[in-house]
């Protein structure tokens, strides 16, 4: 799973500030999926992402977040005029195939805090 | 949408002891998967399980699919500090993605 890379580790951002998060997926993998984890919880499923289009984002909020996976680069994750709440850690997963054909590799995450 | 539970949420015990966790649905998976998750890292598969009634074995880890493959649970024998850490299971989703149950946040002491 470290082949999954994820940046920024960490990251603080003040109220109404935007917040951009990279993963960059496990070479040859075109899958990519974004999770959000509160403390002493698991993982709240977001959006899923095959190269350069959104298969499901039923996970994400419809308003302040959004998703791209281009087809050269990573996937970013965007959040928008951030609010407390937002605080969380950002966890992005990538598969070869579609999720229930194989394993997902995860990142190390990214951790938001909204000041 | 498909849901998981785990249960129990919080488990501590005592190193040496058998412990079993399980996660439950109402619905139906072509495939389970277990994660294990240690604090400030993402998740790491354990297993997957496919066919129902299968039993896979990873040295102290047992894990079982149901008959049914609504459920699935996992069992370890003779905990180690080393297997603290959040377990989650995993089903495949109404488009290929992967929901996860809330996990079990296992912690064994010396």
């Known amino acids: 799973n470290a082949g999954v890379m994820q940046n920024p580790r960490h990251l603080v951002r003040r109220r109404g500030q935007e917040a951009r998060l990279r993963c960059s997926p496990m070479?040859?993998?075109?899958?990519v999926y974004w999770y959000r984890q509160l403390p002493e919880e698991g993982l709240k499923f977001m959006v899923y992402?095959?190269?350069?289009?959104?298969?499901?984002e039923s996970g994400m909020p419809k308003e302040r977040f959004s998703a791209e996976f281009p087809k050269e680069g990573p996937s970013i994750l965007r959040i928008q005029q951030v609010v407390r709440g937002d605080s969380a850690a950002y966890f992005c997963?990538?598969?070869?195939?579609?999720?229930?054909?194989?394993?997902?590799?995860f990142g190390e995450g990214s951790r938001l805090t909204v000041l | 949408t498909q849901l998981l539970e785990q249960s129990p949420q919080f488990l501590s015990i005592q190193e040496g002891e058998n412990l079993t966790v399980y996660c439950n649905s109402s619905?139906?998976?072509?495939?389970l998967q277990w994660y294990r998750q240690e604090p400030g890292e993402g998740p790491v598969l354990l297993v997957t399980?496919?066919?129902?009634?299968e039993v896979k074995k990873l040295k102290r880890l047992t894990f079982q699919f149901g008959d049914a493959r609504k459920d699935s649970s996992l069992h370890i024998t003779a905990a180690q500090t080393g297997d603290t850490g959040l377990y989650l299971c995993?089903?495949?989703?109404?488009?290929?993605?992967?929901?996860f149950g809330a996990g079990t946040r296992l912690t064994v002491k010396p």
């Open positions: 070479k040859g993998h075109s899958h």
């Open positions: 995993a089903g495949a989703g109404n488009n290929n993605d992967m929901r």
């Open positions: 997963a990538s598969s070869a195939n579609r999720a229930n054909t194989g394993e997902l590799f």
């Open positions: 619905s139906v998976f072509s495939s």
């Open positions: 399980v496919v066919t129902g009634g």
């Open positions: 992402l095959q190269k350069e289009n959104i298969i499901d």
